[in-house]
């Protein structure tokens, strides 16, 4: 058969992979290789994965809206834009500020709102924009801590903005029908009446009113243009008196309409701040900066559209090009109200009644009519936004479980529209657009700050992902917005500003030690530490002596039996590296890349649990030793490669399940513990028992193992007796307040080899360096042992080591240990001798002072003896059992007829250490 003729699938098939699904890694699953398959089967198979490689594998992902680019986009941020301020706050916008600074103010909040729709365009084009707006993408895109932190006061923001529709609602109302003031309290039962009414909306029908949008948007459309033609034709007037609610004048005083009047022009260029009649007398006047922060509130709403991202027919062209189209109608509006409002209406006017419109209209229930379709519009959708933006937070958990029940529906939230309702209820109760707007301006300003961050950072990190269709931004954009956003925060109210910031950062704090488990969000974030550490570690070089810290690559194998160690290395390594290095022995292959996914998820997971600073490294090899290797040659990137290695001892006895202890003694500590606590048992559920030795290893190849570590240059540590070292910092923890001491034990012991001084310092730098970690710190001291071949030299060596403590800046307790105390005659004749041939009495030697003298040890740092110089299986195997002697698993007895060994004790936690740089700096080289 042609090549041509070969279904796609199959040509992508060789000997590599057994099915279709190896190649794609996808779910569907075809043939095995070598069997058939008819034209139906691969059909299918293609129709599946290109479905998946352009729609994710999930139909739902594609545009299946039904809104064009009017209705979904332009309608809903065009009502949202014309609420209260543009029927109720023009006037007092062009009567405080004066023209020209009105001009300013509206430019000002209309560059800071195009440069946030450019960036929300950009984020809404990069994906679907689900439940939640703001919240949503903003999660989605910083995270968890920020979108949470920004989905609560984004929440607050529409419950504000709602309670503001409701209270202007009740001024338009109460101030053409002045019958019905009554006080504050009938105007709060009034607004409870109209918030009511949106209530039952938002239960039975809000479906229908998103239908009936484009109708309203007709109504307050025809109020607007018909409010600019009734400049052009509206006669002057005298008959016009201020509202009832005006604490400044008597509602029998008369204020002057002029119409076009190049005297009324010149008196409206000025600025003139002046009390806000609705204040009750007493009250300074207003400042400039409230001003703009009730009419930033009228422009708004430019997410109303991307809130419909769902329900578009074609969302990346939509989103971008309605909101902007919305934000530039707007705009036009607005200036030409600003100009009209400063040619015609004297000032007098302008701060006395701010129901002008009306006044002087003369078919003033057009704009009435308009104005309560705006408002109620407004506080509706306020509403209802604000009960999903609660639904979708309660979905993702993100203030945790208990608001769970917010999000149990499906389809309309009843329990998060009744939470939202009951919110604006307590709102209406101030009372005051000119209160309420500054609020709301404030958190949609750190909202919108937020979102131009998040598109700032996917920017700037240079994901290759964020490919939004919408190309009209840039990074310098999304800065400016979220520059300007939080400039015009702190000149709006500073006081808001902080208060809102400082809400921000609680909750921020507050989600993030929560450590909400989800699985979106980290992608920015990861993208800005990438870019970071990629740049640094291409300027990192290697350590200098005076910042050396430990690098460590801790080659394990089953955490039941290596978990000890591993906590150990963690604290050692301080704020160094943790590289925990796991070798597979196998070859290639489907089962061997199953255990390698398996180990390196393991381990992972056990890091995440253990809240380790550690990086996993798992390698598969045909031989321990080829894996070690090739984890010494490729570990580490740049400046942060290991600088020592450290290796179990050979063939260790699996005697405790160190994990299954671990959790046991943490599990009655703490509530902060909890978490780890369910971690460890989750762990302990999947992994296995390890075996009692490890077959796999061979006394040469582990010998072996130790010398290749030398040879790249790096130190190398043997841990050994490790199952009891957290029981013994129990014990120092326990018997600290009972007056007993325990050690940190360095035994540099005697100069049996030429790197004498060079492994000294070694021991000592960990030692100094283990003290400075957690309990280590509180309840352990430092001992330096040493030992002298007779009684005169206790005092020199005493003097020397405090010498050396006190260049090194080290604080430690000295034992010098004289052999003329001691009985056994055989220590003289071994411990000062560098010969291979008496390597096993020396270890032994050594062994019988350190179980003598490290009762109370909680952990052993000594010297590892010399390798051997012969690469063959005796000599591995004598090396292994001179150093199984030094660390105390049998004691050996040579002064017996028959050479033979008895059982003893073990050591404490020992490692041994042969280290291969200097890592201290001496006291006149510290600075």
Known sequence: MASSDVPYNQLLLDDDHDTIEEVFGGEVKTREKGGTMDSTTSRRTRTTYFDQMLFDGDNTTRPTGTLSMFQGVFVPCVLSMFSSILFLRIGYLVGQAGLPVALVLVLVSYIVVTLTTLSLSAISTNGLVKGGGAYYMISRSLGPEFGGSIGVLFFFANIFASGSYVVAFVEALVDNLPSLHGGHWVDYGLGSAVLFFCLLVCLVGPGAFGKASLGIFMIVMFSVFWAIINFFFAPETSDIHPPTRNHILNSTAELKYTGFNLGTFQENTKISLTRDYTEPMGQDVVHLSTVFGVFFNGVTGVMAGANMSGDLKNPGRAIPYGTLAAVGFTFIIYLILVFLTAATSPKHLLINNYLFLDEINIVPEIVLVGTFAATLSAALSTLIGASRIAQAISRDEILGP?????????????????????????????????????????????????????????????????????????????????????????????????????????????????????????????????????????????????????????????????????????????????LLGNVIVGGRGRASKEKHKETTQMWEKVSRVLRLKAFVNVVISESIRDGTRAMLMLSGLGGMKPNMVFIKFYNEEYSTDEMQAHRNSIATKREQKKGMVEGLDELLKTIPTPSKKNKALVPEDWVAM??????????????????????????????????????????????????????????????????????????????????????????????????????????????????????????????????????????????????????????????????????????????????????????????????????????????????????????????
Request: aromatic share 12%; charged share 20%.
């Open 706 to 927: 130790l010398k290749d570590v030398l040879e790249f240059e790096k130190s190398v540590g043997v841990l050994r007796n490790f199952d009891q070292c957290q029981n013994r910092l129990e014990f120092a923890r326990t018997d600290f307040f009972t007056g007993t001491q325990w050690y940190i034990d360095v035994w540099p012991a005697v100069p049996h080899s030429g790197q004498y001084l060079l492994n000294s310092q070694f021991l000592m730098q960990l030692g100094a360096i283990l003290k400075m970690v957690g309990d280590w710190k509180k309840y352990v001291k430092i001992r330096v042992t040493m030992v002298v071949d007779d009684e005169d030299s206790v005092n020199k060596i005493e003097s020397r080591l405090d010498a050396i403590f006190f260049d090194l800046r080290m604080e430690a307790v000295t034992q010098v240990i004289s052999l003329d105390r001691e009985e056994e005659q055989f220590y003289s004749s071994t411990l000062f001798e560098d010969l291979q041939e008496t390597q096993r009495e020396r270890c032994q030697a050594l062994n019988n002072l350190m179980k003598k003298y490290t009762q109370k040890s909680c952990v052993l740092f000594t010297s590892l003896p010399d390798m051997p110089a012969e690469d063959s299986p005796e000599s591995a195997l004598r090396y292994i059992e001179n150093l199984e002697i030094l660390t105390g698993t049998i004691f050996c007895n040579t002064t017996m007829a028959n050479n033979k060994c008895i059982n003893a004790d073990k050591l404490p936690p020992v490692l041994a250490i042969r280290g291969t740089e200097q890592v201290v700096t001496q006291y006149d080289e510290a600075i």
């Open 402 to 578: 208990s608001l769970k029940f917010l999000s149990k529906e499906k389809g309309n939230p009843i329990r998060a529209v009744f939470l939202s309702w009951f919110l604006v209820q307590l709102v209406i109760m101030i009372g005051k657009i000119n209160i309420i707007a500054p609020i709301v301006s404030m958190l949609f300003l750190l909202s919108y700050a937020t979102l131009n961050f998040a598109c700032f950072a996917l920017r700037s990190t240079g994901a290759p992902n964020f490919r939004p269709t919408f190309k009209y931004f840039g990074l310098y954009s999304s800065f400016l917005g979220c520059f300007l956003c939080l400039v015009v925060m702190f000149f709006t109210e500073a006081l808001y500003a902080g208060l809102s910031l400082i809400m921000m950062v609680l909750l921020f704090l507050y989600i993030h030690f929560r450590r909400v488990p989800v699985l979106w969000g980290e992608e920015v974030f990861q993208a800005i530490v990438y870019r970071q550490v990629r740049k640094t570690l291409l300027r990192l070089q290697v350590q200098s002596l005076k910042f050396w810290r430990p690098q460590v690559l801790l080659l394990v194998t089953n955490p039941r039996s290596s978990l000890n160690s591993v906590l150990f290395t963690n604290q050692l390594k301080k704020s160094g590296l943790l």
